[in-house]
């Protein structure tokens, strides 16, 4: 975190993105702020549906990684993530056409 804190510093129009590979739990979005993140990515199997909404008050935006299967495609799209860092992006890209036709059509 004290690289992000420098690079803030230098130049407060670069967006900082915190990775996280732990949950943080509740100093999740005191570190964010304290950071001054633009967006929080954490790994997806540490992610929980209070998190994301959390963060939204704060004006973070949330974009997990290691994501993996549709499923967890479609539980961030109900969860409101802001996007996501996928294995298969072609898989990613047809989960998400199939849940814009479903909401559209």
């Known amino acids: 975190s004290g690289i992000l804190k420098s690079i803030s510093r230098l130049d407060r129009r670069i967006a900082i993105g915190l990775n996280s590979t732990l949950s943080e739990g509740g100093e999740t979005v005191k570190l964010c702020k304290e950071l001054e993140v633009f967006s929080y990515h954490p790994n997806f199997a540490f992610l929980n549906t209070e998190l994301i909404p959390t963060l939204h008050k704060s004006g973070i935006y ?25 294995e298969d992006p072609q898989m990613a ?13």
């Open 62 to 86: 949330v974009m997990p990684y290691n994501i993996e299967t549709s499923m967890e495609i479609q539980q961030l799209q109900e969860w409101g993530a802001d996007g996501m860092c996928v």
């Open 93 to 105: 890209a047809d989960c998400l056409m199939r849940f814009v036709e479903d909401k559209t059509g």
